[in-house]
């Protein structure tokens, strides 16, 4: 099993830029498909960015395509998604998620473990 923790959330202005990151705790972190999902108030939980086991294949809804980079590093047990370009419509609750094993990394109902969330807010 693995526990999930993010931080890096806060406020921002439209344009600028922020790194969450998502530290795991138990074992076989590396066996371990990673998703970035957000929700915003009255709407549905979204996948944003998913990458596989090994960090070798990224996923990116059409949304945050060229602006949001999600990487791991196995060593550190750490996942991370690098925001740039933020717009007021970027304003969520962010969640990390994991699943063992490899995923279809465009899915978003599979992940079973799930971080409390760290806040952004994207001011115009």
């Known amino acids: 099993q693995v526990q999930l923790v993010e931080s890096g959330g806060g406020t921002v202005q439209a344009g600028g830029s922020l790194r969450l990151s998502c530290a795991a705790s138990?074992?076989?972190?590396?066996?371990?498909?990673m998703g970035w999902f957000r929700q915003a108030p009255g709407k549905e939980r979204e996948l944003l960015a998913a990458?596989?086991?090994?960090?070798?294949?990224?996923y990116y809804v059409d949304s945050v395509k060229g602006r949001f980079t999600i990487f791991r590093d196995n060593d550190k047990n750490t996942l991370f998604l690098e925001m740039n370009s933020l717009k007021p419509e970027d304003s969520a609750t962010y969640y990390c998620?994991?699943?063992?094993?490899?995923?279809?990394?465009?899915?978003?109902?599979?992940?079973?473990?799930w971080g409390q969330g760290t806040q952004v807010t994207v001011s115009s």
């Open positions: 990458i596989s086991v090994t960090g070798g294949e990224t």
């Open positions: 998620a994991a699943e063992r094993g490899p995923l279809p990394l465009h899915i978003g109902h599979l992940y079973n473990y």
């Open positions: 138990g074992r076989s972190f590396s066996r371990y498909t």
